[in-house]
């Protein structure tokens, strides 16, 4: 493999690495504020904004840790047959799939822009009682999409690598 590719997979899966470990305690964010609104219900006046940043929360989780994720190989595979098969033969078979992959997280960035756009063109806020302003939380499915983009090329070239029986 030629030394550019090796850099930008190890750039990417430090990249990846490095934020999936950080984020990974957000479900401490999110039992935090869970926890909050349990109280608070019960013994206080109900907190308008516990559910609606417990949701929040959970989408950075989700879609930021996704691409340490796929890093890891613990996305959810069917190994009815793939568990059985040689690493080469997974290897042309991810490499083949994850242009599926890459088709459908390119049309979700599309749509996360022109959101985003939608949303700091209008100041767009949710419908709730809180009424927060959307585009944070709309900033953070770009870059968590296009993080998982640049993971899924990253993956690309690992199988590439794999079928011609080089490491990288």
């Known amino acids: 493999m030629p030394e550019a590719l090796r850099l930008y997979v190890r750039s990417v899966d430090a990249l990846n690495q490095g934020i999936g470990r950080i984020?990974?305690?957000?479900?401490?964010?999110?039992a935090?504020?869970?926890?909050?609104?349990?109280?608070?219900?019960?013994?206080?006046?109900?907190?308008?904004?516990?559910?609606?940043?417990a949701q929040f929360a959970m989408v950075a989780y989700y879609v930021l840790g996704g691409p340490y994720s796929i890093q890891l190989?613990?996305?959810v595979r069917m190994d009815?047959?793939?568990?059985?098969?040689?690493?080469?033969?997974k290897?042309?078979?991810?490499?083949?799939?994850?242009?599926?992959?890459?088709?459908?997280?390119?049309?979700?960035?599309?749509?996360?822009?022109e959101s985003t756009l939608y949303s700091f063109q209008y100041n767009e806020r949710s419908p709730t009682a809180w009424r927060p302003v959307l585009?944070?939380?709309?900033?953070?499915m770009c870059v968590g999409f296009t993080l998982m983009l640049l993971?899924?090329?990253?993956?690309?070239?690992?199988?590439?690598?794999?079928?011609?029986?080089?490491?990288?």
Request: hydrophobic share 55%.
């Open 32 to 53: 935090a504020i869970l926890l909050w609104s349990s109280i608070s219900k019960t013994f206080f006046l109900p907190s308008l904004w516990t559910l609606e940043m």
């Open 80 to 89: 009815l047959f793939y568990g059985d098969w040689s690493p080469k033969k």
């Open 73 to 75: 190989g613990s996305n």
């Open 91 to 113: 290897a042309w078979f991810d490499a083949f799939t994850v242009f599926l992959l890459m088709f459908y997280l390119g049309v979700l960035l599309y749509g996360a822009v």
């Open 151 to 168: 993971q899924a090329l990253s993956e690309f070239i690992k199988d590439i690598a794999r079928i011609r029986g080089e490491e990288i």
């Open 135 to 140: 585009w944070p939380i709309k900033v953070t």
């Open 23 to 30: 984020v990974m305690y957000g479900v401490f964010v999110m």
